[in-house]
């Protein structure tokens, strides 16, 4: 493992409007008692090699001063979320920006996917320690892709062989990425990920394989299934 620090920012201001539920979706209560954000930091808050934590929320936000990990010793500071997730982003890369060096990583996952295994957070930072980069978790596609015209009738079958789902946590040293959404923000450039922001600065990423339990809460559907996979455990 390399001398370089790693690093936890979780994006939480948005508000989950297809949850059909009154309060943000990483507010909800999951059936161990833990709401989704709770459980998501206190899987990456058990992990050694994480160093802090900076956790982005809306302007507007009286939930998370409830969180058990609000006053956590890894939580370095609470910043103020944005209107897109490049902006949540960069808000926790400013007050970042005291405290990391230019090689260290940043580790960003969405607080909505409460089901990362451990195993899958350690994986990431041991393949990704010599990349002067960085990379991020995915799932290989497996089942048959179609691409459809706007009026959805199927054109053609993709080749899947190269295709991977994007998820979090994506990894990247801090300089790099710092610089990477600058020029995002700076360009109008719509990141949806920050994959997405280093491709736009013409960087690679490595991608590395983990669970299809790591799923991100969208629908009331969901957090069924978020139930299911935390109650199989997250080793």
Not at 96 to 110: G, M, P, R, T, Y
Not at 113 to 121: A, E, V
Not at 217 to 232: G, W
């Amino acid at each position: 493992m390399s001398a370089d620090k790693c690093y936890l920012i979780i994006p939480a201001s948005g508000i989950g409007s297809r949850m059909n539920s009154i309060i943000p979706k990483q507010y909800i209560a999951l059936d161990n008692g833990l709401t989704v954000i709770d459980q998501t930091l206190k899987t990456f808050l058990e992990v050694d090699s994480i160093n802090g934590c900076i956790v982005a929320i809306s302007n507007n936000d009286s939930e998370f001063k409830s969180s058990l990990f609000c006053r956590h010793p890894k939580m370095l500071a609470i910043a103020t979320g944005g209107k897109e997730r490049i902006h949540s982003v960069m808000s926790s890369l400013e007050k970042l920006k005291f405290i990391a060096n230019e090689s260290d990583w940043v580790l960003v996952h969405d607080a909505v996917r409460p089901c990362i295994k451990t195993s899958d957070i350690e994986k990431l930072i041991y393949e990704l320690k010599n990349n002067d980069t960085g990379g991020l978790l995915g799932i290989r596609i497996t089942d048959t892709v179609k691409q459809t015209n706007n009026v959805n009738f199927v054109e053609k079958t993709i080749d899947r062989s190269n295709l991977w789902q994007a998820c979090t946590p994506q990894m990247y040293r801090f300089g790099v990425l710092f610089k990477a959404l600058s020029k995002a923000i700076k360009d109008n450039f719509n990141a949806t990920d920050e994959a997405s922001a280093i491709e736009h600065s013409s960087l690679k990423s490595q991608m590395v394989q983990c669970s299809k339990s790591n799923i991100k809460i969208t629908t009331p559907e969901d957090i069924e299934l978020a139930n299911y996979y935390l109650k199989q455990g997250l080793d």
